[in-house]
Protein backbone atom coordinates (compact mmCIF):
# COMPACT_ATOMS: atom_id res chain seq x y z
CA UNK A 1 0.00 0.00 0.00
CA UNK A 2 -4.89 -3.01 2.47
CA UNK A 3 -2.75 3.06 -0.83
CA UNK A 4 -1.54 4.32 -4.05
CA UNK A 5 2.05 3.45 -3.76
CA UNK A 6 1.01 0.22 -2.71
CA UNK A 7 0.65 -2.72 -0.07
CA UNK A 8 -1.01 -1.79 2.98
CA UNK A 9 -3.83 -0.42 1.32
CA UNK A 10 -6.90 -1.18 1.73
CA UNK A 11 -9.32 1.72 2.19
CA UNK A 12 -12.59 -0.02 4.29
CA UNK A 13 -15.00 3.09 3.86
CA UNK A 14 -16.23 5.50 1.54
CA UNK A 15 -13.82 7.72 2.94
CA UNK A 16 -10.12 6.91 1.34
CA UNK A 17 -9.71 3.27 2.09
CA UNK A 18 -6.44 2.23 1.29
CA UNK A 19 -6.19 -1.54 0.81
CA UNK A 20 -3.57 -3.88 0.77
CA UNK A 21 -3.60 -2.81 -3.03
CA UNK A 22 -3.97 -5.21 -5.90
CA UNK A 23 -2.62 -6.82 -9.22
CA UNK A 24 -0.80 -5.54 -12.23
CA UNK A 25 -4.11 -3.82 -13.49
CA UNK A 26 -6.79 -3.93 -11.83
CA UNK A 27 -8.51 -5.42 -15.13
CA UNK A 28 -5.87 -8.53 -14.02
CA UNK A 29 -6.42 -8.22 -10.15
CA UNK A 30 -9.51 -10.66 -10.06
CA UNK A 31 -7.32 -12.55 -7.59
CA UNK A 32 -6.29 -15.78 -9.50
CA UNK A 33 -6.05 -19.07 -9.01
CA UNK A 34 -3.46 -19.86 -5.80
CA UNK A 35 -0.25 -21.22 -7.96
CA UNK A 36 1.98 -22.90 -5.27
CA UNK A 37 4.86 -25.41 -5.69
CA UNK A 38 2.50 -27.09 -3.72
CA UNK A 39 -0.66 -28.65 -5.64
CA UNK A 40 -3.89 -28.62 -3.60
CA UNK A 41 -5.67 -32.15 -4.45
CA UNK A 42 -8.47 -34.40 -2.82
CA UNK A 43 -10.65 -31.34 -1.51
CA UNK A 44 -14.25 -31.99 -0.59
CA UNK A 45 -16.20 -29.34 -2.27
CA UNK A 46 -16.97 -26.62 0.02
CA UNK A 47 -20.84 -26.03 0.66
CA UNK A 48 -21.34 -22.46 -1.26
CA UNK A 49 -25.00 -22.39 -1.72
CA UNK A 50 -25.55 -20.07 0.72
CA UNK A 51 -22.66 -17.82 1.51
CA UNK A 52 -23.61 -17.30 4.61
CA UNK A 53 -23.81 -21.38 5.75
CA UNK A 54 -22.57 -22.67 9.27
CA UNK A 55 -21.52 -25.42 7.05
CA UNK A 56 -17.55 -26.21 8.36
CA UNK A 57 -14.82 -25.83 5.21
CA UNK A 58 -12.80 -29.04 5.14
CA UNK A 59 -10.22 -29.46 2.87
CA UNK A 60 -7.57 -31.90 2.39
CA UNK A 61 -4.09 -30.01 1.92
CA UNK A 62 -1.40 -32.24 0.25
CA UNK A 63 1.72 -31.28 -1.77
CA UNK A 64 1.53 -33.59 -5.07
CA UNK A 65 3.90 -34.02 -7.82
CA UNK A 66 2.03 -36.25 -11.27
CA UNK A 67 1.05 -39.50 -9.92
CA UNK A 68 3.55 -39.83 -7.02
CA UNK A 69 2.46 -40.00 -3.47
CA UNK A 70 2.63 -36.78 -1.24
CA UNK A 71 5.83 -34.44 -1.24
CA UNK A 72 7.05 -31.52 0.62
CA UNK A 73 5.57 -29.78 3.69
CA UNK A 74 1.47 -29.19 3.70
CA UNK A 75 -0.09 -25.76 4.69
CA UNK A 76 -2.98 -27.62 6.52
CA UNK A 77 -5.20 -25.71 8.61
CA UNK A 78 -8.39 -27.98 8.53
CA UNK A 79 -10.29 -27.22 11.83
CA UNK A 80 -8.86 -24.03 12.17
CA UNK A 81 -11.32 -20.33 12.15
CA UNK A 82 -10.13 -17.40 10.52
CA UNK A 83 -11.75 -13.91 11.36
CA UNK A 84 -10.60 -11.40 8.12
CA UNK A 85 -11.67 -7.92 9.22
CA UNK A 86 -11.45 -5.80 5.66
CA UNK A 87 -13.46 -7.73 2.87
CA UNK A 88 -15.79 -5.96 0.90
CA UNK A 89 -15.29 -7.28 -2.39
CA UNK A 90 -13.66 -9.76 -4.32
CA UNK A 91 -10.85 -7.03 -5.15
CA UNK A 92 -8.30 -6.57 -2.72
CA UNK A 93 -5.40 -8.33 -0.72
CA UNK A 94 -8.44 -9.35 2.13
CA UNK A 95 -9.92 -11.52 0.00
CA UNK A 96 -6.94 -12.75 -1.08
CA UNK A 97 -6.06 -14.02 2.03
CA UNK A 98 -9.21 -15.62 2.50
CA UNK A 99 -8.93 -17.54 -0.30
CA UNK A 100 -5.30 -18.83 0.50
CA UNK A 101 -6.92 -19.61 4.16
CA UNK A 102 -9.77 -21.18 3.22
CA UNK A 103 -7.49 -23.59 0.27
CA UNK A 104 -5.51 -24.57 3.12
CA UNK A 105 -8.75 -25.71 4.99
CA UNK A 106 -9.51 -22.79 7.58
CA UNK A 107 -13.22 -21.60 8.15
CA UNK A 108 -13.90 -18.13 7.50
CA UNK A 109 -15.71 -15.35 8.55
CA UNK A 110 -14.96 -11.67 7.56
CA UNK A 111 -15.95 -8.42 8.59
CA UNK A 112 -17.07 -5.94 6.59
CA UNK A 113 -17.04 -2.10 7.21
CA UNK A 114 -20.95 -0.95 7.57
CA UNK A 115 -21.96 1.07 4.14
CA UNK A 116 -20.23 -1.70 2.43
CA UNK A 117 -22.26 -4.61 3.64
CA UNK A 118 -25.60 -5.10 2.39
CA UNK A 119 -23.86 -4.62 -1.54
CA UNK A 120 -20.90 -7.39 -0.59
CA UNK A 121 -23.88 -9.76 0.62
CA UNK A 122 -25.89 -9.37 -2.03
CA UNK A 123 -23.19 -9.64 -4.34
CA UNK A 124 -22.09 -13.33 -2.54
CA UNK A 125 -25.74 -14.39 -2.96
CA UNK A 126 -26.37 -13.63 -6.48
CA UNK A 127 -23.03 -15.07 -7.28
CA UNK A 128 -21.46 -12.21 -8.61
CA UNK A 129 -17.80 -13.48 -6.65
CA UNK A 130 -18.20 -17.17 -8.03
CA UNK A 131 -15.54 -16.87 -10.73
CA UNK A 132 -13.27 -14.87 -7.92
CA UNK A 133 -14.11 -17.68 -5.20
CA UNK A 134 -13.00 -20.97 -7.33
CA UNK A 135 -10.03 -22.60 -5.07
CA UNK A 136 -7.67 -24.53 -7.11
CA UNK A 137 -9.71 -27.94 -6.59
CA UNK A 138 -12.54 -26.42 -8.71
CA UNK A 139 -14.66 -25.61 -6.05
CA UNK A 140 -15.69 -22.50 -3.85
CA UNK A 141 -14.84 -20.93 -0.94
CA UNK A 142 -17.22 -20.64 1.38
CA UNK A 143 -17.69 -17.62 3.59
CA UNK A 144 -19.40 -19.14 7.00
CA UNK A 145 -20.63 -15.44 8.00
CA UNK A 146 -20.46 -12.04 7.28
CA UNK A 147 -20.16 -9.49 10.27
CA UNK A 148 -21.09 -5.94 10.29
CA UNK A 149 -18.02 -4.29 11.24
CA UNK A 150 -16.32 -0.79 11.87
CA UNK A 151 -13.34 -0.58 13.53
CA UNK A 152 -12.54 2.81 13.78
CA UNK A 153 -15.18 2.40 17.01
CA UNK A 154 -14.02 -0.05 20.02
CA UNK A 155 -17.65 0.41 21.85
CA UNK A 156 -21.08 1.89 20.90
CA UNK A 157 -20.01 4.54 23.49
CA UNK A 158 -17.71 5.73 21.25
CA UNK A 159 -20.04 6.07 18.32
CA UNK A 160 -21.04 9.53 18.00
CA UNK A 161 -24.88 10.25 17.72
CA UNK A 162 -24.34 11.47 13.75
CA UNK A 163 -22.88 7.75 13.26
CA UNK A 164 -25.81 5.83 15.19
CA UNK A 165 -28.33 7.66 13.21
CA UNK A 166 -26.52 7.44 9.88
CA UNK A 167 -28.55 5.47 7.01
CA UNK A 168 -25.94 3.77 5.93
CA UNK A 169 -25.63 2.06 9.24
CA UNK A 170 -29.15 1.42 9.71
CA UNK A 171 -30.83 -1.84 9.71
CA UNK A 172 -27.35 -2.98 11.28
CA UNK A 173 -25.99 -3.65 14.78
CA UNK A 174 -23.08 -4.72 17.52
CA UNK A 175 -20.69 -3.47 14.48
CA UNK A 176 -18.22 -2.07 16.81
CA UNK A 177 -14.57 -4.32 17.46
CA UNK A 178 -15.96 -4.73 21.30
CA UNK A 179 -19.61 -5.88 20.00
CA UNK A 180 -17.70 -8.60 16.96
CA UNK A 181 -15.68 -10.43 19.15
CA UNK A 182 -18.68 -10.86 21.78
CA UNK A 183 -21.02 -12.04 18.99
CA UNK A 184 -17.90 -14.04 17.59
CA UNK A 185 -17.55 -15.64 20.52
CA UNK A 186 -21.32 -16.47 20.96
CA UNK A 187 -21.77 -18.24 16.99
CA UNK A 188 -18.23 -19.81 17.96
CA UNK A 189 -16.68 -20.26 20.83
CA UNK A 190 -13.19 -19.49 19.44
CA UNK A 191 -11.34 -18.38 16.53
CA UNK A 192 -7.49 -19.47 15.77
CA UNK A 193 -6.25 -16.62 13.03
CA UNK A 194 -7.30 -12.91 13.14
CA UNK A 195 -6.22 -10.70 10.17
CA UNK A 196 -6.05 -6.93 10.07
CA UNK A 197 -6.86 -6.34 6.42
CA UNK A 198 -8.21 -2.55 6.45
CA UNK A 199 -7.32 0.98 6.64
CA UNK A 200 -8.13 4.59 6.39
CA UNK A 201 -6.42 7.99 5.38
CA UNK A 202 -9.73 10.86 4.97
CA UNK A 203 -6.35 12.99 3.80
CA UNK A 204 -4.27 10.48 1.65
CA UNK A 205 -3.79 12.76 -0.79
CA UNK A 206 -2.58 15.82 1.06
CA UNK A 207 0.91 16.19 1.72
CA UNK A 208 1.99 15.72 5.12
CA UNK A 209 2.62 19.22 5.35
CA UNK A 210 -0.56 20.16 4.61
CA UNK A 211 -2.57 17.76 6.63
CA UNK A 212 -4.79 18.44 9.05
CA UNK A 213 -4.24 16.94 12.81
CA UNK A 214 -7.70 15.64 12.26
CA UNK A 215 -6.91 13.78 9.27
CA UNK A 216 -3.61 12.82 10.97
CA UNK A 217 -5.31 11.16 13.94
CA UNK A 218 -8.32 9.28 11.89
CA UNK A 219 -5.47 7.53 9.51
CA UNK A 220 -3.70 6.56 12.95
CA UNK A 221 -6.94 5.66 14.29
CA UNK A 222 -8.64 3.39 11.36
CA UNK A 223 -5.03 2.49 10.36
CA UNK A 224 -2.80 1.17 13.39
CA UNK A 225 -4.88 1.78 16.16
CA UNK A 226 -7.98 -0.35 14.99
CA UNK A 227 -5.37 -3.73 14.77
CA UNK A 228 -4.38 -2.90 18.83
CA UNK A 229 -7.80 -2.80 19.40
CA UNK A 230 -8.89 -5.99 17.51
CA UNK A 231 -6.31 -7.93 19.17
CA UNK A 232 -7.21 -6.55 22.14
CA UNK A 233 -10.69 -7.50 21.94
CA UNK A 234 -10.09 -11.19 19.86
CA UNK A 235 -7.18 -12.37 22.12
CA UNK A 236 -9.72 -13.86 24.78
CA UNK A 237 -11.14 -15.96 22.29
CA UNK A 238 -8.34 -16.89 20.53
CA UNK A 239 -6.88 -20.81 20.98
CA UNK A 240 -3.13 -21.01 21.97
CA UNK A 241 -1.28 -21.29 18.99
CA UNK A 242 -3.05 -19.31 17.02
CA UNK A 243 -1.65 -16.44 14.65
CA UNK A 244 -2.47 -12.70 13.82
CA UNK A 245 -1.09 -10.88 10.50
CA UNK A 246 -1.90 -7.17 9.69
CA UNK A 247 -0.67 -5.82 5.91
CA UNK A 248 1.98 -2.83 5.50
CA UNK A 249 3.61 -0.71 3.06
CA UNK A 250 7.02 0.36 2.61
CA UNK A 251 5.76 3.88 3.62
CA UNK A 252 6.65 3.14 7.10
CA UNK A 253 10.19 3.24 6.30
CA UNK A 254 10.65 5.31 2.91
CA UNK A 255 9.28 8.29 1.95
CA UNK A 256 6.91 8.21 -0.72
CA UNK A 257 5.82 10.78 -2.23
CA UNK A 258 2.10 11.33 -2.67
CA UNK A 259 1.08 9.01 -0.13
CA UNK A 260 0.26 11.37 2.26
CA UNK A 261 -2.19 12.14 4.97
CA UNK A 262 -0.38 10.47 7.90
CA UNK A 263 -0.72 7.01 6.21
CA UNK A 264 2.79 6.64 5.90
CA UNK A 265 2.99 7.46 9.82
CA UNK A 266 0.17 4.79 10.20
CA UNK A 267 2.28 2.14 8.71
CA UNK A 268 5.33 2.72 10.66
CA UNK A 269 2.90 2.81 13.96
CA UNK A 270 1.66 -0.46 12.72
CA UNK A 271 5.09 -2.37 12.30
CA UNK A 272 6.12 -0.81 15.81
CA UNK A 273 3.29 -2.23 17.27
CA UNK A 274 3.61 -5.28 15.52
CA UNK A 275 6.62 -6.27 17.28
CA UNK A 276 5.04 -4.92 20.87
CA UNK A 277 1.96 -6.94 20.40
CA UNK A 278 4.19 -9.98 19.26
CA UNK A 279 5.88 -9.90 22.82
CA UNK A 280 2.77 -9.45 24.77
CA UNK A 281 0.30 -11.76 22.98
CA UNK A 282 3.20 -14.30 22.88
CA UNK A 283 3.30 -13.92 26.62
CA UNK A 284 -0.04 -13.58 27.26
CA UNK A 285 -2.16 -16.37 24.94
CA UNK A 286 1.09 -18.04 22.76
CA UNK A 287 -0.42 -16.21 19.56
CA UNK A 288 2.20 -15.14 16.81
CA UNK A 289 1.85 -11.46 15.60
CA UNK A 290 3.23 -11.06 12.10
CA UNK A 291 2.63 -7.92 9.14
CA UNK A 292 2.94 -8.32 5.59
CA UNK A 293 4.35 -5.26 3.62
CA UNK A 294 3.19 -5.86 0.21
CA UNK A 295 4.35 -4.04 -2.97
CA UNK A 296 1.39 -1.82 -4.68
CA UNK A 297 -2.01 -3.82 -5.99
CA UNK A 298 -4.65 -2.27 -8.72
CA UNK A 299 -7.74 -2.69 -6.00
CA UNK A 300 -10.41 -0.41 -6.30
CA UNK A 301 -9.77 1.55 -2.82
CA UNK A 302 -6.13 1.79 -3.92
CA UNK A 303 -7.24 4.11 -6.38
CA UNK A 304 -7.85 6.63 -3.90
CA UNK A 305 -4.81 7.91 -3.75
CA UNK A 306 -4.64 8.60 -7.41
CA UNK A 307 -1.67 7.24 -9.36
CA UNK A 308 -1.76 3.52 -7.85
CA UNK A 309 -1.08 2.62 -11.86
CA UNK A 310 2.15 4.77 -11.68
CA UNK A 311 3.40 2.60 -9.03
CA UNK A 312 2.55 -0.24 -10.12
CA UNK A 313 4.67 0.31 -13.50
CA UNK A 314 7.43 1.84 -11.39
CA UNK A 315 7.71 -1.81 -9.64
CA UNK A 316 7.56 -3.88 -12.31
CA UNK A 317 10.56 -1.83 -13.85
CA UNK A 318 12.76 -1.03 -10.99
CA UNK A 319 12.37 -4.61 -8.77
CA UNK A 320 14.80 -7.38 -8.98
CA UNK A 321 11.91 -9.87 -10.21
CA UNK A 322 10.18 -7.93 -13.22
CA UNK A 323 7.23 -9.48 -12.95
CA UNK A 324 3.23 -8.61 -12.38
CA UNK A 325 2.61 -9.16 -8.76
CA UNK A 326 -0.36 -11.17 -7.70
CA UNK A 327 -2.59 -10.87 -4.73
CA UNK A 328 -2.32 -14.59 -4.73
CA UNK A 329 1.07 -14.05 -3.82
CA UNK A 330 0.13 -12.45 -0.41
CA UNK A 331 -2.35 -14.40 0.12
CA UNK A 332 0.19 -17.34 -0.09
CA UNK A 333 2.54 -15.97 2.38
CA UNK A 334 -0.35 -15.32 4.75
CA UNK A 335 -1.39 -19.05 4.65
CA UNK A 336 2.20 -19.54 5.83
CA UNK A 337 2.34 -17.38 8.23
CA UNK A 338 -0.14 -18.79 10.57
CA UNK A 339 0.22 -22.34 9.69
CA UNK A 340 2.44 -24.64 12.08
CA UNK A 341 5.33 -23.93 9.24
CA UNK A 342 5.92 -20.55 10.81
CA UNK A 343 5.30 -21.81 14.64
CA UNK A 344 8.78 -19.83 15.23
CA UNK A 345 7.98 -16.73 13.22
CA UNK A 346 6.70 -13.64 15.46
CA UNK A 347 7.03 -9.93 15.19
CA UNK A 348 8.29 -9.65 11.74
CA UNK A 349 7.61 -8.03 8.63
CA UNK A 350 7.63 -9.94 5.77
CA UNK A 351 7.84 -8.52 2.57
CA UNK A 352 5.89 -9.42 -0.26
CA UNK A 353 6.83 -7.10 -3.29
CA UNK A 354 8.94 -9.10 -5.79
CA UNK A 355 11.87 -7.07 -3.88
CA UNK A 356 11.40 -3.71 -4.37
CA UNK A 357 12.01 -2.89 -0.56
CA UNK A 358 15.95 -3.56 -1.24
CA UNK A 359 16.56 -1.46 -4.10
CA UNK A 360 18.26 2.00 -3.59
CA UNK A 361 18.44 2.87 -7.00
CA UNK A 362 15.41 3.16 -9.21
CA UNK A 363 16.97 1.25 -13.07
CA UNK A 364 14.94 3.40 -14.67
CA UNK A 365 16.58 6.80 -13.67
CA UNK A 366 17.06 9.47 -15.88
CA UNK A 367 20.71 9.46 -14.98
CA UNK A 368 21.56 5.88 -14.90
CA UNK A 369 19.96 4.91 -18.52
CA UNK A 370 21.86 8.06 -19.50
Same mark, same amino acid.
Given at each position: *? $????????? *????????????? !??????????????????? +????? +?????? $????????????????????????????????????????????????? /??????????????????? =???????????????????????? %????? /???????? %?? @?????????????????? @???? =???????????????????????????? =??????????????? $???????????? *????????????????????????? !????????? $????????????????? %?????????????????????? *?????? %????????????????? /???????????? =???? &?? &???????MGLAVDSPTITS
Amino acid at each position: *M $SASAAAGMK *MVSARPCISASQG !MLASRVAVSRIETTARFAS +CPKIC +CSRPLS $SKRAGFVVRAMSGESGPQGLPIDLRGKRAFIAGVADDNGYGWAIAKALA /AAGAEILVGTWVPALNIFE =TSLRRGKFDESRKLPDGSLMDIVK %VYPLD /AVYDSLED %VP @EDVKSNKRYAGSSNWTVK @EVAE =TVKNDFGSIDILVHSLANGPEVTKPLLE =TSRRGYLAAISASSY $SYVSLLQHFLPI *MNPGGASISLTYIASERAIPGYGGG !MSSAKAALE $SDTRVLAFEAGRKGKIR %VNTISAGPLGSRAAKAIGFIEK *MIEYSY %VNAPLQKELLADEVGNT /AAFLVSPLASAI =TGST &VY &VDNGLNIMGLAVDSPTITS
